[in-house]
């Protein structure tokens, strides 16, 4: 029986750890101008006649927005997403900042 019982189990556990990974998400919070371009660009581009939009929220943060047609954009994020890395910036040399036009701070 338990020669039965374990490979079921353990592809279970594979096939929602492989959902988890791939398929689970999360709410992802944007700014409220960039929920007006998002609804601007939804505009132009389906030729919508909606002249007013709603902010969909989750908690204190906007996730998305409602346009007057039933349009529904929210924003989401795989669960297990790497945070985007800063691109650091080319060190400068002395002797190229001495002879910039421009003064730095």
């Known amino acids: ?20 990974l791939t398929k689970a998400k999360s709410y992802a919070p944007i700014t409220a101008e960039e929920a007006r371009l998002l609804w601007t ?41 790497n945070v985007p890395q800063a691109v650091p910036e080319p060190p400068v040399s002395t002797l190229d900042r001495l002879h910039s036009p421009y003064k730095s701070p």
């Open 1 to 20: 029986m338990i020669e039965i019982l374990m490979p079921a189990l353990w592809t279970s556990f594979g096939a929602y750890a492989l959902w988890y």
């Open 41 to 81: 660009i939804h505009k132009r581009s389906s030729r919508c006649n909606g002249t007013e939009w709603q902010k969909i929220t989750r908690g204190k943060k906007i996730v998305g927005f409602e346009c007057r047609c039933g349009y529904k954009h929210v924003q989401k994020r795989p669960i297990v997403a």
